[in-house]
């Protein structure tokens, strides 16, 4: 009895400190948002683009005939820049979208095989079971809620796929469809 006693004691002791320096979940997630915020905070913000107004091109040329076509030169080719930039901006945008639709494919083949593990039908023996017809009922309802969810797991692997071609019709690189 006094070993017990004892041996209880010193095992008190020795897990009394251990809890005390142990963080607090809350603690260790307002870490890791403090330590994402700060990286979100030192990449830098994409550079402004420039405009052309007639300020920036009108005070160093006059409107001569001879000089109008060089002032169109400008416009055509911020136009060309607008060109270049749109297409970077749509291969993000492609990125994003691509990867959101993986993103719900993922999650609805977690969520398919959560329910087929759960789907148990029971013998229907009545003298065991009472409620046995309801409760595979029930399971066959599961079966028909995985099998919605298939078919939308298609459906969503299809609009994947095509957001794939376009990504290699508009010429983009691998890292954008892969």
Same mark, same amino acid.
């Given at each position: 009895?006094?070993?017990?006693?004892?041996?209880?004691?010193?095992?008190?002791?020795?897990?009394?400190?251990?809890?005390?320096?142990?963080?607090?979940?809350?603690?260790?997630?307002?870490?890791?948002?403090?330590?994402?915020?700060?990286?979100? =905070?030192?990449?830098?913000?994409?550079?402004?683009?420039?405009?052309?107004?007639?300020?920036?091109?009108?005070?160093?040329?006059?409107?001569?005939?001879?000089?109008?076509?060089?002032?169109?030169?400008?416009?055509? =080719?911020?136009?060309?820049?607008?060109?270049?930039?749109?297409?970077?901006?749509?291969?993000?945008?492609?990125?994003?979208?691509?990867?959101?639709?993986?993103?719900?494919?993922?999650?609805?083949?977690?969520?398919?095989?959560?329910?087929?593990?759960?789907?148990?039908?029971?013998?229907?023996?009545?003298?065991?079971?009472? =409620?046995?017809?309801?409760?595979?009922?029930?399971?066959?309802?599961?079966?028909?809620?995985?099998?919605? &969810?298939?078919?939308? &797991?298609?459906?969503?692997?299809?609009?994947?796929?095509?957001?794939?071609?376009?990504?290699?019709?508009?010429?983009?690189?691998?890292?954008?469809?892969?």
């Amino acid at each position: 009895m006094n070993c017990r006693v004892f041996c209880a004691a010193v095992l008190a002791l020795l897990t009394a400190p251990i809890a005390g320096h142990a963080q607090s979940l809350g603690e260790i997630a307002r870490q890791q948002k403090d330590s994402k915020s700060q990286k979100s =905070n030192t990449q830098p913000a994409s550079p402004p683009k420039k405009v052309y107004t007639d300020e920036n091109i009108g005070k160093s040329e006059s409107t001569d005939a001879g000089k109008a076509p060089a002032a169109g030169k400008p416009a055509t =080719n911020s136009a060309t820049e607008k060109e270049k930039n749109q297409p970077a901006a749509s291969a993000d945008q492609l990125r994003a979208n691509i990867q959101k639709k993986k993103d719900l494919i993922v999650a609805l083949q977690q969520r398919i095989d959560k329910l087929q593990a759960s789907v148990n039908f029971v013998q229907n023996n009545r003298n065991i079971y009472t =409620n046995a017809p309801e409760y595979n009922e029930h399971q066959h309802q599961k079966e028909l809620a995985v099998e919605r &969810l298939k078919a939308e &797991l298609e459906q969503q692997k299809a609009e994947l796929s095509d957001l794939q071609d376009q990504a290699r019709d508009q010429g983009f690189g691998n890292s954008v469809y892969q």
